[in-house]
């Protein structure tokens, strides 16, 4: 019998890990803000990662965040958040994993999206948004590992 973490042909299959802290963004800062008035609320859906968001001279550095930006530069996987957290009230964390067949490219930002719910309008209700991006120093991601990235969000 294989232990969790151990591959089919009982190779283990390396796991990187690392944690990412992301900026709010000026959107979501506007809803957030809005529901403490008329009730509006954010779900959070997923994540999404992408090619952008580390200097391409050095790629050991990220490049700072934009908040007023409502989508990543390069966008090559979505999926969902495997677990949410609260640390503490002013602090959101999200565990997100990529799988060895999912988003095998060069990575250096991560976005959480967000649903719109019980807007009094209902204008905005269904509305996806950005609601937080996070940028990182490059990392390579290939078939054979999987990637585990803890997002901060400090709300």
Not at 36 to 63: C, I, K, M, Q
Not at 98 to 116: D, K, T
Request: overall charge negative; some cysteine; glycine content about 10%.
């Amino acid at each position: 019998m294989l232990s969790f973490g151990i591959a089919e042909y009982g190779k283990p299959v390396p796991v990187v890990s690392f944690e990412v802290v992301a900026k709010t963004t000026s959107l979501a800062r506007r809803f957030i803000a809005r529901g403490r008035v008329d009730g509006t609320s954010l779900v959070t859906r997923g994540f999404l990662v992408g090619r952008g968001g580390y200097d391409p001279f050095n790629p050991s550095l990220a490049t700072p965040v934009n908040p007023d930006t409502n989508w990543l530069t390069d966008v090559v996987w979505g999926g969902f958040i495997t677990a949410i957290e609260f640390p503490n009230p002013n602090c959101v964390c999200y565990y997100c994993e990529l799988l060895e067949a999912e988003a095998n490219w060069a990575l250096g930002e991560i976005a959480i999206f967000s649903e719109v719910q019980n807007s009094p309008g209902a204008i905005e209700d269904g509305t996806f948004l950005i609601s937080a991006i996070g940028h990182f120093p490059f990392k390579a991601k290939n078939l054979n590992m999987k990637m585990a990235i803890r997002v901060l969000e400090q709300i």
